[in-house]
């Protein structure tokens, strides 16, 4: 059974930076692909950013140049570096991953981010 746990989340002034992690109980080798999503208050829960095990990492228009995403391997972690942060970027925001031997996917409890002044 793979385990997510998200930290990192907070309350930042707009304009801040914050850094989540999604630490996973097995080897980042074994998800095919891994992604972070978020859900807005009273909406529904968008992709933000995906880090496939090969290829381009793609993200939400709204984040590109704000936020980047990537896989540590030395941390056993999915990370993701948000700058510039605006009051829209407020949500809870979750890991994903997606097992490579069986397709099985597995999410996170959620890290909530709250961007106000």
């Known amino acids: 059974q793979v385990q997510l746990v998200e930290s990192g989340g907070g309350l930042v002034q707009p304009g801040g930076s914050l850094r989540l992690s999604c630490a996973a109980s097995?080897?980042?080798?074994?998800?095919?692909?891994m992604a972070w999503y978020r859900q807005a208050p009273g909406k529904q829960r968008e992709l933000v950013a995906t880090?496939?095990?090969?290829?381009?990492?793609i993200y939400e228009d709204s984040v590109k140049g704000r936020f980047t995403a990537f896989r540590d391997a030395a941390k056993n972690t999915l990370e993701l570096q948000m700058n510039t942060l605006k009051p829209e970027d407020t949500a809870v925001y979750y890991c994903n991953a997606v097992v490579r031997s069986d397709g099985a996917a597995y999410w996170g409890q959620g890290t909530e981010v709250l961007v106000s002044s």
């Open positions: 097995g080897s980042m080798f074994m998800f095919e692909t």
């Open positions: 880090v496939p095990r090969y290829g381009s990492r």
